[in-house]
């Protein structure tokens, strides 16, 4: 069992990475983005809600997230198997309030995975996957955001020394190989 948090801007390839060793190892891949953009999707009031910070590049407020993923954490497949967490947490608080819900549950992090890819490339990235929220404006909008909040888990979690930093650029399963040594899933 392993659980993990995968870390990085808005298009650094978490959900890719978080996706690929999530299959290999039978792991539940949980992306908050996924269960968002389904909510907004399904047209929930949770999803109208997300919709209108998601639409202007903001973070969608921490008590609608927590809720999410305590209930996603309780689930038997997860605590069977671990996890990868893929887009959350993106701020201190809600770093702080994963801690508390772990130690509430047993289940301690066993590693953070910081995937670093620079700006331009994020924008390059992000501009060519066509999504209609993904305008140049909205994007460095997300990154000034992910720079301001998200940005200090880095430390946070470089201080508890549970944190590996990746560079994210490249072959796909060149990174997804370097992911897997680094957390030992294989070496």
């Known amino acids: 069992m392993i659980r993990l948090v995968f870390l990085g801007p808005p298009g650094a390839g978490k959900g890719t990475q978080a996706q690929r060793i999530a299959q290999e190892y039978g792991i539940p891949h949980i992306s908050t983005g996924d269960i968002l953009r389904n909510a907004v999707k399904e047209g929930t009031e949770l999803g109208k809600l997300a919709k209108s910070y998601m639409d202007k590049g903001e973070l969608v407020p921490d008590e609608v997230i927590i809720g999410i993923i305590r209930e996603r954490l309780s689930q038997p497949?997860?605590?069977e198997k671990g996890f990868i967490l893929d887009g959350f947490p993106r701020t201190l608080p809600q770093a702080e309030a994963l801690d508390e819900l772990l130690k509430e549950l047993s289940m301690p992090l066993d590693r953070v995975v910081y995937l670093n890819v620079d700006d331009e490339e994020i924008v390059k990235r992000l501009l060519a996957r066509g999504r209609a929220d993904d305008t140049e404006e909205v994007i460095r909008n997300r990154l000034k955001v992910y720079r301001e909040q998200?940005?200090?888990?880095?430390?946070y979690y470089s201080e508890k020394c549970i944190l590996v930093e990746i560079y994210g650029v490249g072959d796909i399963g060149e990174i997804t190989g370097k992911i897997k040594e680094s957390v030992g899933l294989e070496g």
């Open 77 to 79: 497949d997860v605590k």
């Open 150 to 155: 998200t940005a200090p888990l880095i430390d």
